[in-house]
């Protein structure tokens, strides 16, 4: 199954998010059915992060939005379970801080955007400038209106300079939210990540929709969609979004550099080390077994 086919939100294209089931697994019927091909895409981003890396002419930027307990957190822990922490980072998007609301939106997002050879996630982004911002009214329609377009000229800006961009909203219903807040409220483990605003923004759940579905429409493009991931289901969440990433990464035309060396002349720099190295053992023998020897004696 393409994945990135069947999720993808068509640019300009109208979404209905309640058309949409959180519940949907394919083919799937379970995780321990759908665990030889999670790991398969898990070993492969992991060569493939790792050519990026090497390669270092091109950078992948993953955004990953959601109501609160649709399971950002998880999408970023199973991602990084495949990949060398060496040229990956994760950034939170929490409430500005004060330098950060002293400059434009999008000021912060391309702080930490990724440099070539970087694969980095946003758990939030920017968007939460159409979306939070929007619902809370923080600022004036005419302010957050005109910011779809400032949007796809900055993932513009950013795709032209050699990052690929995939955008995930993971979709779940409000039962299935209500069921993980009461899992944190019975886990001593996840108590700490309740918040009062859980409940709060919960009852602005129409609101949010109508945010998210106008951004998902206005902010789909051909170098930085939109996936609507169903994440009823945290194993088909990661099966789908690993196969994503997967995908895109496989296209991205990776290659190891050539080596910035003269192969042969270190190569014979190599042998002559060797050498030496082989003349200092014998030499270090030698004068163990003499050592063996005069305690021998001793005895
Ligand atoms: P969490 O992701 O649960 O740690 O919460 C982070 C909080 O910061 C969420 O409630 C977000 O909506 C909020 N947040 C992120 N970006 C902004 C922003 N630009 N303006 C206002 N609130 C934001
Ligand atoms: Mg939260």
């Given at each position: 199954m393409d994945y990135r086919k069947k999720f993808v939100v068509e640019p300009g294209k109208k979404v209905?998010?309640?058309?949409?089931?959180?519940l949907y697994t394919g083919k799937h019927e379970s995780h321990a059915q759908a665990m030889p091909k999670i790991q398969e895409h898990l070993e492969n981003m992991d060569k493939m992060q790792y050519l990026l890396y090497a390669d270092g002419g091109q950078s992948l930027l993953v955004v990953l939005q959601a109501l609160d307990a649709a399971g950002k957190d998880g999408v970023v822990r199973h991602l990084f379970s495949?990949?060398?922490?060496?040229?990956t980072s994760v950034f939170g998007f929490k409430q500005p801080s004060k330098e950060e609301a002293a400059h434009d939106f999008l000021w912060r997002a391309h702080q930490h955007a990724p440099g070539k050879g970087e694969l980095v996630i946003f758990n939030?982004?920017?968007?939460e400038d159409v979306l939070v911002v929007r619902v809370h009214k923080l600022v004036e329609k005419g302010v957050w209106s005109k910011r779809y377009d400032l949007i796809n000229d900055f993932e513009k800006m950013l795709s032209s300079n050699g990052t690929r961009i995939l955008k995930f909203f993971l979709h779940i219903s409000p039962d299935e939210q209500l069921s993980r807040f009461k899992q944190r409220l019975d886990d001593p483990a996840r108590?700490?990540?309740?918040?009062?605003a859980d409940y709060s923004e919960r009852e602005l759940w129409p609101e949010y929709t109508q945010a998210y579905e106008d951004a998902l429409e206005l902010t789909s493009t051909p170098y930085a969609p939109w996936y609507v991931i169903p994440a009823n289901h945290k194993w088909f969440r990661n099966l789908a979004i690993s196969e994503i990433v997967a995908d895109t990464m496989s296209e991205m035309g990776l290659k190891l550099p050539p080596a910035h060396v003269d192969m042969e002349d270190i190569r014979s720099k190599y042998h002559a080390a060797e050498e030496k190295q082989a003349g200092k053992k014998s030499g270090k023998i030698d004068v163990e077994s003499k050592k063996n020897k005069k305690s021998k004696s001793k005895a």
């Open positions: 209905h998010l309640n058309k949409i089931d959180p495949g990949m060398n922490p060496q040229g939030r982004s920017h968007y108590n700490w990540k309740i918040s009062d």
